[in-house]
Protein backbone atom coordinates (compact mmCIF):
# COMPACT_ATOMS: atom_id res chain seq x y z
CA UNK A 1 0.00 0.00 0.00
CA UNK A 2 1.46 3.32 -0.87
CA UNK A 3 1.56 5.78 1.57
CA UNK A 4 -0.40 9.69 0.93
CA UNK A 5 -0.24 12.63 2.92
CA UNK A 6 -3.13 12.51 5.70
CA UNK A 7 -4.85 15.43 6.62
CA UNK A 8 -3.84 17.14 10.21
CA UNK A 9 -5.17 20.23 10.82
CA UNK A 10 -9.08 19.48 9.17
CA UNK A 11 -11.06 16.46 9.09
CA UNK A 12 -12.70 15.31 5.80
CA UNK A 13 -15.85 16.37 6.85
CA UNK A 14 -14.67 20.12 8.28
CA UNK A 15 -13.05 20.16 4.59
CA UNK A 16 -16.75 19.76 2.75
CA UNK A 17 -18.49 21.97 5.38
CA UNK A 18 -16.41 24.76 5.04
CA UNK A 19 -16.20 24.65 1.23
CA UNK A 20 -19.47 24.84 1.07
CA UNK A 21 -20.58 27.28 3.48
CA UNK A 22 -17.51 29.79 2.00
CA UNK A 23 -16.59 28.59 -1.26
CA UNK A 24 -13.03 27.96 -2.22
CA UNK A 25 -10.32 28.75 -2.68
CA UNK A 26 -10.39 29.41 1.43
CA UNK A 27 -7.44 29.95 3.59
CA UNK A 28 -9.02 28.33 7.27
CA UNK A 29 -7.18 28.67 10.34
CA UNK A 30 -6.92 26.89 13.84
CA UNK A 31 -6.92 29.04 16.82
CA UNK A 32 -6.07 25.97 18.74
CA UNK A 33 -2.75 25.59 16.73
CA UNK A 34 -1.76 28.59 16.98
CA UNK A 35 -2.33 29.58 20.92
CA UNK A 36 -0.59 25.93 21.26
CA UNK A 37 2.28 27.40 19.45
CA UNK A 38 2.35 30.24 20.94
CA UNK A 39 2.57 28.80 23.98
CA UNK A 40 5.31 26.77 22.88
CA UNK A 41 7.05 30.06 21.78
CA UNK A 42 6.68 31.79 24.78
CA UNK A 43 8.56 28.80 26.61
CA UNK A 44 11.90 29.59 25.05
CA UNK A 45 14.50 28.81 27.33
CA UNK A 46 15.98 32.11 28.41
CA UNK A 47 18.48 33.58 31.37
CA UNK A 48 17.27 36.96 32.16
CA UNK A 49 13.85 37.36 30.19
CA UNK A 50 12.27 36.87 27.14
CA UNK A 51 10.34 38.85 24.36
CA UNK A 52 8.30 36.61 21.79
CA UNK A 53 7.83 38.79 18.58
CA UNK A 54 5.15 37.53 16.39
CA UNK A 55 6.80 38.32 12.89
CA UNK A 56 3.80 39.29 11.34
CA UNK A 57 4.93 39.14 7.61
CA UNK A 58 3.99 35.33 7.38
CA UNK A 59 0.37 36.09 7.90
CA UNK A 60 -0.94 39.78 8.76
CA UNK A 61 -4.64 39.06 9.44
CA UNK A 62 -5.21 40.92 12.29
CA UNK A 63 -6.80 38.23 13.96
CA UNK A 64 -4.17 36.40 14.23
CA UNK A 65 -2.16 39.71 15.19
CA UNK A 66 -4.65 40.02 18.43
CA UNK A 67 -4.64 35.83 19.10
CA UNK A 68 -1.08 36.27 19.99
CA UNK A 69 -1.11 39.62 21.09
CA UNK A 70 -3.92 38.08 23.71
CA UNK A 71 -0.81 35.88 24.80
CA UNK A 72 1.58 38.40 25.33
CA UNK A 73 3.01 38.50 22.19
CA UNK A 74 4.78 41.46 20.49
CA UNK A 75 5.13 42.87 16.76
CA UNK A 76 8.49 42.11 14.62
CA UNK A 77 6.85 44.43 11.40
CA UNK A 78 8.97 44.70 8.64
CA UNK A 79 7.97 48.24 6.78
CA UNK A 80 6.15 50.90 8.32
CA UNK A 81 2.36 49.47 6.60
CA UNK A 82 3.10 46.44 8.66
CA UNK A 83 3.36 48.70 11.79
CA UNK A 84 0.28 50.82 10.63
CA UNK A 85 -1.42 47.37 9.96
CA UNK A 86 -0.20 46.31 13.40
CA UNK A 87 -2.02 49.29 15.28
CA UNK A 88 -5.29 48.88 13.10
CA UNK A 89 -5.56 45.76 15.01
CA UNK A 90 -5.10 47.76 18.25
CA UNK A 91 -1.36 46.55 18.76
CA UNK A 92 0.16 49.72 20.91
CA UNK A 93 3.18 51.03 18.95
CA UNK A 94 5.59 50.18 22.11
CA UNK A 95 5.02 46.69 21.43
CA UNK A 96 5.98 46.82 17.87
CA UNK A 97 10.03 46.67 16.22
CA UNK A 98 10.54 47.86 13.07
CA UNK A 99 13.07 46.12 11.05
CA UNK A 100 12.58 47.10 7.76
CA UNK A 101 14.94 47.17 4.11
CA UNK A 102 12.93 50.29 3.57
CA UNK A 103 13.06 53.51 5.54
CA UNK A 104 10.00 54.79 6.97
CA UNK A 105 9.15 58.21 4.89
CA UNK A 106 7.17 59.27 7.58
CA UNK A 107 9.30 59.09 10.43
CA UNK A 108 7.16 60.37 12.56
CA UNK A 109 4.46 57.86 12.61
CA UNK A 110 4.88 55.75 15.54
CA UNK A 111 7.85 57.20 17.12
CA UNK A 112 6.56 59.33 19.20
CA UNK A 113 3.96 56.80 20.40
CA UNK A 114 6.88 54.18 21.55
CA UNK A 115 7.61 52.63 18.29
CA UNK A 116 11.06 51.06 18.69
CA UNK A 117 13.58 51.01 15.47
CA UNK A 118 16.34 48.70 14.48
CA UNK A 119 18.48 50.41 11.65
CA UNK A 120 19.51 48.50 8.86
CA UNK A 121 22.06 50.38 7.13
CA UNK A 122 24.23 52.92 7.80
CA UNK A 123 22.56 55.52 6.22
CA UNK A 124 19.59 54.46 8.26
CA UNK A 125 21.46 55.07 11.56
CA UNK A 126 22.18 58.20 10.26
CA UNK A 127 18.69 59.56 8.89
CA UNK A 128 17.33 58.22 12.47
CA UNK A 129 20.17 60.06 14.35
CA UNK A 130 19.14 63.52 12.02
CA UNK A 131 15.61 63.46 13.40
CA UNK A 132 15.69 61.50 16.67
CA UNK A 133 18.66 63.34 18.80
CA UNK A 134 20.36 61.01 21.74
CA UNK A 135 17.35 58.55 21.79
CA UNK A 136 17.82 54.62 22.26
CA UNK A 137 18.05 52.67 19.12
CA UNK A 138 18.29 49.04 18.14
CA UNK A 139 20.98 48.09 15.11
CA UNK A 140 20.86 45.03 13.16
CA UNK A 141 23.74 43.09 12.03
CA UNK A 142 24.64 40.80 9.52
CA UNK A 143 27.13 38.37 11.43
CA UNK A 144 28.83 37.58 8.19
CA UNK A 145 27.23 33.73 8.59
CA UNK A 146 23.69 32.75 7.49
CA UNK A 147 21.62 29.45 6.78
CA UNK A 148 18.12 28.88 5.44
CA UNK A 149 15.93 26.62 4.36
CA UNK A 150 16.59 27.60 0.46
CA UNK A 151 19.08 30.34 -1.07
CA UNK A 152 16.35 33.22 -0.90
CA UNK A 153 15.50 32.60 2.71
CA UNK A 154 19.12 33.26 4.11
CA UNK A 155 20.15 36.42 5.02
CA UNK A 156 23.24 36.36 6.85
CA UNK A 157 26.83 36.56 5.25
CA UNK A 158 27.97 38.49 2.26
CA UNK A 159 25.47 36.98 -0.17
CA UNK A 160 22.67 39.20 1.85
CA UNK A 161 21.90 43.19 2.09
CA UNK A 162 20.74 42.42 5.22
CA UNK A 163 21.67 44.29 8.44
CA UNK A 164 24.92 45.74 8.72
CA UNK A 165 28.10 44.30 8.38
CA UNK A 166 29.91 43.48 10.92
CA UNK A 167 32.98 44.59 10.23
CA UNK A 168 31.55 47.96 10.09
CA UNK A 169 31.52 48.28 13.42
CA UNK A 170 33.78 51.82 13.67
CA UNK A 171 31.23 53.48 11.39
CA UNK A 172 28.44 52.38 13.24
CA UNK A 173 30.29 53.43 16.46
CA UNK A 174 31.23 56.63 14.72
CA UNK A 175 27.43 57.68 13.47
CA UNK A 176 25.53 56.59 16.95
CA UNK A 177 28.42 58.89 18.32
CA UNK A 178 27.83 61.65 16.20
CA UNK A 179 24.07 61.75 17.39
CA UNK A 180 24.20 60.92 20.59
CA UNK A 181 22.26 58.02 20.36
CA UNK A 182 22.58 54.90 22.52
CA UNK A 183 22.83 51.78 20.94
CA UNK A 184 20.29 49.35 23.30
CA UNK A 185 19.76 46.38 21.14
CA UNK A 186 21.33 44.38 19.02
CA UNK A 187 19.33 42.41 16.29
CA UNK A 188 20.47 39.53 13.87
CA UNK A 189 18.29 37.55 11.91
CA UNK A 190 19.82 34.75 9.63
CA UNK A 191 17.35 34.00 7.80
CA UNK A 192 13.89 31.36 7.60
CA UNK A 193 14.28 27.65 7.85
CA UNK A 194 18.05 27.73 9.05
CA UNK A 195 19.97 24.77 10.48
CA UNK A 196 19.38 24.94 14.14
CA UNK A 197 22.62 24.15 14.69
CA UNK A 198 23.78 27.48 12.49
CA UNK A 199 21.40 29.50 14.53
CA UNK A 200 23.32 28.22 17.73
CA UNK A 201 26.60 29.33 16.84
CA UNK A 202 25.49 32.93 15.46
CA UNK A 203 23.94 33.31 18.54
CA UNK A 204 27.68 32.85 20.46
CA UNK A 205 28.88 35.07 17.59
CA UNK A 206 26.17 37.74 18.50
CA UNK A 207 27.23 37.77 21.79
CA UNK A 208 30.56 38.84 20.78
CA UNK A 209 29.29 41.73 18.82
CA UNK A 210 27.60 42.81 21.96
CA UNK A 211 30.35 42.32 23.85
CA UNK A 212 32.61 45.26 21.31
CA UNK A 213 29.46 47.65 22.15
CA UNK A 214 29.28 46.92 25.30
CA UNK A 215 33.53 47.82 25.55
CA UNK A 216 32.29 50.98 23.40
CA UNK A 217 30.37 52.51 25.99
CA UNK A 218 26.50 51.60 24.57
CA UNK A 219 24.58 49.86 27.21
CA UNK A 220 23.05 46.92 25.40
CA UNK A 221 20.19 45.53 26.99
CA UNK A 222 18.42 43.60 24.78
CA UNK A 223 20.01 40.77 21.65
CA UNK A 224 17.67 39.68 19.44
CA UNK A 225 18.23 36.73 17.62
CA UNK A 226 15.67 37.01 15.04
CA UNK A 227 13.18 33.65 13.93
CA UNK A 228 13.41 31.35 11.36
CA UNK A 229 12.96 28.28 13.38
CA UNK A 230 12.46 25.67 10.92
CA UNK A 231 8.81 24.21 10.78
CA UNK A 232 8.22 20.15 9.57
CA UNK A 233 5.22 20.92 7.51
CA UNK A 234 5.96 17.25 5.18
CA UNK A 235 5.37 14.17 7.34
CA UNK A 236 8.95 13.17 6.81
CA UNK A 237 10.20 16.99 7.95
CA UNK A 238 11.13 17.73 11.24
CA UNK A 239 10.79 20.78 13.15
CA UNK A 240 13.22 22.92 15.09
CA UNK A 241 12.49 21.28 18.65
CA UNK A 242 12.70 25.22 20.72
CA UNK A 243 14.18 23.89 23.85
CA UNK A 244 16.77 21.82 22.42
CA UNK A 245 17.91 24.88 20.69
CA UNK A 246 17.02 27.17 22.89
CA UNK A 247 19.21 25.63 26.15
CA UNK A 248 22.20 26.06 25.16
CA UNK A 249 22.05 29.61 24.18
CA UNK A 250 20.53 30.08 27.50
CA UNK A 251 23.66 28.73 29.00
CA UNK A 252 25.89 30.74 27.00
CA UNK A 253 23.73 34.11 28.16
CA UNK A 254 24.72 32.92 32.00
CA UNK A 255 27.84 32.57 31.57
CA UNK A 256 27.84 35.90 29.09
CA UNK A 257 26.51 37.12 32.43
CA UNK A 258 29.47 35.88 34.71
CA UNK A 259 31.91 37.34 32.25
CA UNK A 260 30.85 40.64 31.78
CA UNK A 261 28.34 41.69 34.66
CA UNK A 262 25.52 42.14 31.72
CA UNK A 263 21.99 40.50 31.94
CA UNK A 264 20.89 40.57 28.41
CA UNK A 265 17.14 40.29 27.66
CA UNK A 266 16.38 37.49 24.57
CA UNK A 267 13.93 38.66 22.36
CA UNK A 268 12.99 36.31 19.49
CA UNK A 269 10.66 36.39 16.51
CA UNK A 270 9.26 33.75 14.75
CA UNK A 271 6.64 34.00 11.86
CA UNK A 272 6.75 30.25 10.49
CA UNK A 273 6.98 28.50 13.64
CA UNK A 274 3.68 30.22 15.06
CA UNK A 275 1.33 30.12 12.02
CA UNK A 276 2.73 27.47 9.01
CA UNK A 277 1.23 24.27 10.62
CA UNK A 278 -1.66 26.18 11.58
CA UNK A 279 -3.33 26.70 8.46
CA UNK A 280 -4.32 24.85 5.11
CA UNK A 281 -6.09 26.19 1.94
CA UNK A 282 -9.09 24.48 0.99
CA UNK A 283 -9.22 24.41 -3.12
CA UNK A 284 -11.64 22.42 -5.88
CA UNK A 285 -10.44 20.31 -8.71
CA UNK A 286 -11.87 21.99 -11.68
CA UNK A 287 -10.55 19.61 -14.22
CA UNK A 288 -8.67 16.12 -14.81
CA UNK A 289 -6.22 15.76 -17.79
CA UNK A 290 -3.22 13.36 -19.08
CA UNK A 291 -0.39 13.22 -21.59
CA UNK A 292 1.89 10.68 -22.43
CA UNK A 293 3.87 11.15 -19.30
CA UNK A 294 1.63 12.68 -16.54
CA UNK A 295 -1.72 12.49 -15.15
CA UNK A 296 -2.84 16.41 -14.11
CA UNK A 297 -5.21 17.70 -11.55
CA UNK A 298 -5.81 21.06 -12.03
CA UNK A 299 -6.98 22.97 -9.19
CA UNK A 300 -8.86 26.45 -8.76
CA UNK A 301 -6.27 27.42 -6.39
CA UNK A 302 -1.88 27.55 -6.66
CA UNK A 303 0.44 30.67 -6.74
CA UNK A 304 -2.51 32.84 -6.11
CA UNK A 305 -2.71 31.44 -2.46
CA UNK A 306 0.30 29.39 -2.22
CA UNK A 307 3.56 31.44 -4.66
CA UNK A 308 6.13 29.23 -1.94
CA UNK A 309 5.82 26.37 -3.95
CA UNK A 310 6.54 28.49 -7.65
CA UNK A 311 8.94 30.16 -5.79
CA UNK A 312 11.24 28.16 -4.06
CA UNK A 313 9.96 24.81 -4.41
CA UNK A 314 8.54 24.06 -1.15
CA UNK A 315 6.22 21.13 -0.20
CA UNK A 316 3.24 21.10 1.09
CA UNK A 317 0.99 18.10 1.92
CA UNK A 318 -1.94 17.97 -1.01
CA UNK A 319 -4.66 15.22 -0.32
CA UNK A 320 -7.48 14.92 -1.89
CA UNK A 321 -10.75 14.74 -0.30
CA UNK A 322 -13.12 12.71 -2.84
CA UNK A 323 -17.29 13.84 -2.52
CA UNK A 324 -17.49 9.97 -2.74
CA UNK A 325 -15.13 7.81 -0.57
CA UNK A 326 -12.84 5.82 -2.31
CA UNK A 327 -9.37 4.09 -1.94
CA UNK A 328 -8.38 4.15 -5.44
CA UNK A 329 -4.59 5.72 -5.73
CA UNK A 330 -3.42 7.59 -8.51
CA UNK A 331 0.08 9.25 -9.27
CA UNK A 332 -0.66 12.96 -10.21
CA UNK A 333 0.95 16.52 -11.03
CA UNK A 334 -0.77 19.07 -9.65
CA UNK A 335 -1.51 21.89 -11.46
CA UNK A 336 -2.88 25.29 -10.33
CA UNK A 337 -5.18 27.99 -12.56
CA UNK A 338 -3.22 30.31 -13.52
CA UNK A 339 -2.29 30.60 -17.13
CA UNK A 340 2.11 30.07 -16.26
CA UNK A 341 3.79 26.70 -16.88
CA UNK A 342 5.17 27.65 -13.41
CA UNK A 343 2.00 26.95 -11.43
CA UNK A 344 2.49 23.93 -10.08
CA UNK A 345 1.23 22.51 -6.46
CA UNK A 346 4.00 19.46 -6.87
CA UNK A 347 7.81 20.61 -7.92
CA UNK A 348 10.50 18.78 -6.87
CA UNK A 349 11.64 19.82 -3.20
CA UNK A 350 14.02 22.94 -3.56
CA UNK A 351 13.78 23.32 -7.51
CA UNK A 352 10.56 25.15 -8.69
CA UNK A 353 11.68 24.13 -12.33
CA UNK A 354 11.74 20.16 -12.04
CA UNK A 355 7.89 18.27 -11.66
CA UNK A 356 7.60 15.81 -8.91
CA UNK A 357 4.41 13.53 -9.34
CA UNK A 358 2.31 12.62 -5.82
CA UNK A 359 0.18 9.82 -4.81
CA UNK A 360 -3.20 11.13 -4.26
CA UNK A 361 -6.86 9.62 -3.72
CA UNK A 362 -8.22 9.35 -7.07
CA UNK A 363 -9.66 12.76 -7.92
CA UNK A 364 -12.27 13.98 -9.97
CA UNK A 365 -13.95 17.30 -10.93
CA UNK A 366 -15.67 18.49 -7.59
CA UNK A 367 -13.42 16.66 -5.17
CA UNK A 368 -11.44 19.11 -3.02
CA UNK A 369 -7.53 19.15 -2.59
CA UNK A 370 -6.41 20.30 0.75
CA UNK A 371 -2.77 22.24 0.61
CA UNK A 372 -1.40 22.26 4.44
CA UNK A 373 0.77 23.99 6.24
CA UNK A 374 -0.26 27.15 4.38
CA UNK A 375 -0.87 29.54 7.43
CA UNK A 376 2.80 31.40 7.05
CA UNK A 377 4.12 33.29 3.90
CA UNK A 378 1.18 32.29 1.89
CA UNK A 379 -2.00 34.88 2.04
CA UNK A 380 0.41 37.63 2.82
CA UNK A 381 2.67 36.60 0.01
CA UNK A 382 0.94 35.49 -2.59
CA UNK A 383 0.60 36.57 -6.02
CA UNK A 384 -2.65 37.96 -5.58
CA UNK A 385 -5.02 38.45 -8.69
CA UNK A 386 -3.12 37.10 -11.26
CA UNK A 387 -5.03 36.44 -14.27
CA UNK A 388 -7.59 38.62 -12.02
CA UNK A 389 -8.64 35.68 -9.36
CA UNK A 390 -10.37 37.66 -6.67
CA UNK A 391 -8.12 37.17 -3.58
CA UNK A 392 -9.13 34.37 -1.89
CA UNK A 393 -11.45 34.39 1.80
CA UNK A 394 -9.69 33.24 5.04
CA UNK A 395 -11.83 31.16 8.05
CA UNK A 396 -10.61 30.79 11.83
CA UNK A 397 -11.65 27.78 13.37
CA UNK A 398 -12.56 28.98 17.17
CA UNK A 399 -12.21 26.52 20.37
CA UNK A 400 -15.89 25.22 19.84
CA UNK A 401 -14.96 24.28 15.86
CA UNK A 402 -17.23 27.32 14.81
CA UNK A 403 -15.76 28.74 11.26
CA UNK A 404 -15.98 32.61 11.09
CA UNK A 405 -15.25 34.45 7.93
CA UNK A 406 -12.27 37.01 8.75
CA UNK A 407 -11.76 37.91 5.67
CA UNK A 408 -14.10 38.13 2.57
CA UNK A 409 -13.27 37.10 -0.73
CA UNK A 410 -12.01 39.85 -3.06
CA UNK A 411 -13.84 40.67 -6.49
CA UNK A 412 -13.44 42.28 -9.90
CA UNK A 413 -14.36 45.57 -8.94
CA UNK A 414 -11.48 45.67 -6.02
CA UNK A 415 -9.08 44.32 -8.42
CA UNK A 416 -9.67 47.79 -10.52
CA UNK A 417 -11.43 50.54 -7.98
CA UNK A 418 -7.71 52.60 -8.34
CA UNK A 419 -7.91 52.21 -11.67
CA UNK A 420 -8.61 55.86 -13.89
CA UNK A 421 -9.53 55.58 -17.30
CA UNK A 422 -7.65 58.06 -19.28
CA UNK A 423 -7.86 56.23 -22.98
CA UNK A 424 -11.10 56.56 -24.75
CA UNK A 425 -12.66 53.92 -26.81
CA UNK A 426 -13.25 54.79 -30.10
C1 LIG B 1 13.93 40.21 10.77
C2 LIG B 1 13.14 38.95 10.69
N1 LIG B 1 12.71 38.39 11.84
C3 LIG B 1 11.96 37.27 11.82
C4 LIG B 1 11.62 36.64 10.64
C5 LIG B 1 10.78 35.41 10.72
O1 LIG B 1 11.36 34.30 10.14
P1 LIG B 1 10.61 32.90 10.22
O2 LIG B 1 9.26 33.09 9.63
O3 LIG B 1 11.45 31.99 9.41
O4 LIG B 1 10.55 32.52 11.65
C6 LIG B 1 12.06 37.17 9.43
C7 LIG B 1 11.73 36.53 8.16
O5 LIG B 1 12.14 36.84 7.08
C8 LIG B 1 12.84 38.37 9.45
O6 LIG B 1 13.27 38.95 8.33
Given amino acids: MINLETLSLLDKNQVRDIARDFG ?43 IFYNKGIEIDASSIYEVERAAKAGIPAENILLTSQELPLNMVFGFNKGLQFNACSLYQLETYGLEHQCKEVGVRINPGLGSGGTNRTNTGGSGSSFGIWHEQFNEIIDTAERYGLKINKIHTHIGSGSDPEIWKKVAGMSLNIVKRFLNAGHDIKILNLGGGYKVGRMSYEKSTDLQECGKPVRDSFIEFAEKTGKELKLEIEPGTFLVANAGAVIAEVIDVKSTPKYNFIITNSGMTEVTRLSLYGAQHPIVVVSKSETDEREKYMVSGHCCESGDILTPAAGDSEALSERWLTKAKIGDFVVIEGSGAYCSSMSVKNYNSYPTASEVLINHDGKASLIRSRGSLENMVEREKCVVKID
Wanted: glycine share 2%; no cysteine; net charge neutral.
Fill in 24 to 66: TPVYVYSQEVLEAQADKALDFPNAFGLTVRYAMKANSNQNILR
